[in-house]
């Protein structure tokens, strides 16, 4: 049963579902429980990721034919994933743009991501991310609504692997007085949480290997095609952001995770576009 606490304080931690009384209770906190929770993380993103696919699909049937039908779902399941999660990894990412778009000393940058304002670089890549992602979902909606429910609620999974990759490579620089991440995020996750986060993960890429209506794809070229397509670019902006994270500020922060995610979730669905317009894969 301990697993099943760890995911209940996951789903405490990373999303508003509620998590109350009783089952709190039982679930009970101490920073050994957060940071096995934290592998969880997946976990989340298949609910998640259902609830959006579930608004894109009804959105979809619900709306007469139109060109304009796409952009709609695909708003309509951005902002129902942006409720269920409080914006919490879009602030993240909004507030390391803050910090990191000047060309400031690491000291001053992390001064400036615990600002609760938000500054022009935060804006501008808030805004932009968010075009960006409603855009690239209408467009996998265009070409097949079902598939596209499919790809969003594996990429909202598989993207959440991009902050436990910064926690296993990079030193956090939080501090202990004003951090709500550091029970979290203070050290790596260790054999056992990383063996439970690729468990979550693993049938997220279910999507790629079997469709209603579609098939079995695993052994065709676009059944490859689609599994590289969402494994290739996660891995490139993980990569890219531990690397910049570790040389602009030597570390990472609670905001640092938030920031990979997106930046992780934003290659995918880029990825997936690409795999299912450029090469006409199912």
């Known amino acids: 049963m301990q697993p099943l606490r760890h995911f209940l304080l996951a789903v405490q931690f990373f999303s508003r579902l509620p998590v109350t009384g009783r089952i709190a209770a039982w679930a009970g906190w101490s920073p050994e429980l957060q940071r096995a929770s934290v592998a969880h993380l997946p976990g989340v993103g298949w ?14 049937w ?16 951005t902002i129902a994933t942006l409720w269920l999660t409080g914006g919490l990894h879009e602030d ?21 991501m615990k600002d609760s304002r938000l500054g022009a670089y935060g ?3 808030l805004v932009m991310a968010l075009l960006a992602k409603v855009a690239m ?39 202990a007085a004003t951090s709500k991440a550091l029970h979290a995020a203070g050290r790596p996750l260790g054999a056992s949480g990383l063996a ?29 095609l689609l599994v590289a397509a969402l494994l290739l670019p996660g891995l490139i902006a993980t990569a890219a952001m531990v690397r910049w994270l570790r040389r602009r500020l030597g570390g990472m922060t609670g ?23 450029r090469w006409n894969a199912p």
């Open 47 to 60: 609910l998640v990721g259902a609830w959006g696919a579930a608004w894109l699909l009804a959105t979809a």
């Open 62 to 77: 619900l709306l007469a034919p139109s060109p304009w039908a796409p952009l709609v779902a695909a708003v309509a399941s």
């Open 92 to 112: 993240g990412l909004a507030d390391v743009a803050d910090g990191l778009g000047g060309f400031v000393p690491p000291e001053r940058a992390l001064e400036i």
């Open 123 to 125: 804006a501008m890549a």
């Open 137 to 175: 979902v209408a467009l996998l909606i265009d070409v097949h609504a079902g598939l596209a429910a499919w790809l969003l609620c594996g990429i909202h999974v598989l993207s959440r692997l991009a902050p436990l990759a910064l926690m296993q490579c990079l030193p956090y620089l939080g501090q």
């Open 196 to 224: 439970t986060a690729l468990l979550w993960s693993l049938p997220a890429l279910m999507p790629a290997c079997w469709l209603p209506g579609i098939g079995p794809l695993t052994t065709t070229p676009a059944g490859l």
């Open 255 to 277: 905001d640092c995770l938030g920031a990979a995610q997106q930046a992780c979730e934003l290659a995918m669905l880029l990825g997936a576009c690409v795999a299912l317009m």
